[in-house]
Each structure stands twice: as C-alpha cells, then as structure tokens.
C-alpha cells in the first residue's frame, strides 16, 4: 500500500485545515491509521489514530478538541481535520498504516508511511 498526504498549507492562528490520506495499491480496510507530525528542529510525534474499524480513536493531549481523525472506507481514505490551529502546529504532518486492528499511539507499529505535508501557522 501507498499513502500520499495533501491538504496543507498556510494558515492564520485560529484557522483550519483538513489534511487527507489517500491508500493506492491495497485496502486500508484493515489497517490501523495514524496521524503523526514533525516540527523543525523536533522528534516526530504522533497525533491522533484510529482503528480499523473507525471505532475508537486517539489523540494527543495536546490536540484534543482541536483535532479530529475519520476515515472513508469506500474512498480508501483518511481524514485529519484540525481547528484552532496554533503556530505550534506547524510542522510537516505524516500520515501512516499499520496492520493491526486497535489504534495505537506508538509510531513502531507502523510500518507504511506517506511523505508528509507541510502545514505553516502564522501567528
């Protein structure tokens, strides 16, 4: 499978943007999505996850209530919806799949990775 991510950019303080994942090459029926990013100058950090089923996600603290991850089946897609973006969002934003059923958090369960998408946050 193939995942190629899109829907960053440039955006003011308060703003939003929905990032997508789209799966080429095989199902993500089964696979476990996760949403990760990296700052400048920072480890990579994961953001949010969801199971295969849809059923049960995850987030960091830090984005709970700002961000929210679904996915599309029918469209072998993911979404990654974020509000009330703060400059401290800004970093590249990856996407990543993972055949396991839960969601996971833990960045070593994925083994198939986009290529990321910049996301910019001007204050």
């Known amino acids: 499978v193939q995942l190629v991510e899109s829907g960053g950019g440039l955006v003011q303080a308060g703003g939003s943007l929905r990032l997508t994942c789209v799966a080429s090459g095989r199902t993500l029926s089964t696979y476990a999505m996760g949403w990760f990013r990296r700052a400048p100058g920072k480890e990579r950090e994961s953001i949010a996850c969801?199971?295969?089923?849809?059923?049960?996600?995850y987030y960091k603290d830090s984005v709970k209530g700002r961000f929210n991850i679904s996915r599309d089946k029918s469209k072998n897609t993911v979404y990654l919806q974020m509000n009330s973006l703060k400059p401290e969002d800004t970093a590249v934003y990856y996407c990543?799949?993972?055949?396991?059923?839960?969601?996971?958090?833990?960045?070593?369960?994925?083994?198939?990775w986009g290529q990321g998408t910049q996301v910019t946050v001007s204050s």
């Open positions: 969801i199971s295969w089923s849809g059923g049960t996600t």
């Open positions: 990543a799949a993972g055949q396991f059923e839960r969601g996971s958090l833990n960045q070593n369960e994925y083994n198939v």
